[in-house]
Structure formats: structure tokens, C-alpha cells
């Protein structure tokens, strides 16, 4: 088991940034491929970025590559999401998830990650 707990998200102004956090516990987290995916009031659930266990590959995207960054300390347990130039279509709420294996094929597909954490609201204004 993976248990993952999300913060950093909040209000912001179109152009703005944030930093997301997901905090892992449970299974050894430095053997797992992590993601964020969001997904906004009425829509399904999104792939925003996805990272290997060795912190050695990323992928984005199309929608925010250039704009966010992922990032992972296996020292400390925890996934990161720096999020800039934030537009008000990036309004959703944020999730962390965790995959059994430390690389993924379809790291697109929400079916590929088995732990999820509860989700952070990002909120970008206009």
C-alpha cells in the first residue's frame, strides 16, 4: 500500500504559479512511477505529467510542457508539481498517484497507477 497526501494548491492569478506537493508513505516510494492528473468539475480525469522512479524521465502533457515542471526526492518521499504561467483552463482539482512499477508504458492512463491520493484544489482567476 501507498498512501498520498496532496497540498500547495489554492487561488491564483492567470500568469501566476504554484508548487504542489505529494507527500508518499507505505511502499518503498523511490520503486514507484509517480504522476499528477487533475480533473475539473464535469470533465474526466486528466494526465498532466508522469516521471519514472529514478526521477530519469518525464513526460508531459502537451497542454502545459514548457509550463510545468516535474520533479521527485526519494530521500524525502515526495512528488512535485511547479506549475507557472498558469492559465484559467488549468483549473481543476490536482491528484497524485503512485504505480506498482518504477516504469510505465501507458503512462497516460489513470488505470496504470493503483494509489491515488485525495486531490488539491488549484483555482487559476482570469
Known amino acids: 500500500q501507498v498512501q498520498l497526501v496532496e497540498s500547495g494548491g489554492g487561488l491564483v492569478q492567470a500568469g501566476g504559479s504554484l508548487s504542489l506537493s505529494c507527500a508518499a508513505s507505505?511502499?518503498?516510494?523511490?520503486?514507484?512511477?509517480m504522476a499528477w492528473f487533475r480533473q475539473a468539475p464535469g470533465q474526466e480525469r486528466e494526465f498532466v505529467a508522469s516521471?519514472?522512479?529514478?526521477?530519469?524521465?518525464?513526460y508531459y502533457a502537451d497542454s502545459v510542457k514548457g509550463r510545468f515542471t516535474i520533479s521527485r526526492d526519494n530521500a524525502k518521499n515526495t512528488l512535485y508539481l511547479r506549475m507557472n504561467n498558469l492559465r484559467p483552463e488549468d483549473t481543476a482539482v490536482y491528484y497524485c498517484?503512485?504505480?506498482?512499477?518504477?516504469?510505465?508504458?501507458?503512462?497516460?492512463?489513470?488505470?496504470?497507477?493503483?494509489?491515488w491520493g485525495q486531490g488539491t484544489q488549484v483555482t487559476v482567476s482570469s
Open positions: 516521471i519514472t522512479s529514478s526521477g530519469g524521465n518525464t
Open positions: 507505505g511502499r518503498t516510494f523511490s520503486s514507484c512511477a
Open positions: 498517484a503512485a504505480a506498482r512499477t518504477d516504469i510505465i508504458v501507458y503512462y497516460q492512463l489513470p488505470t496504470s497507477y493503483q494509489y
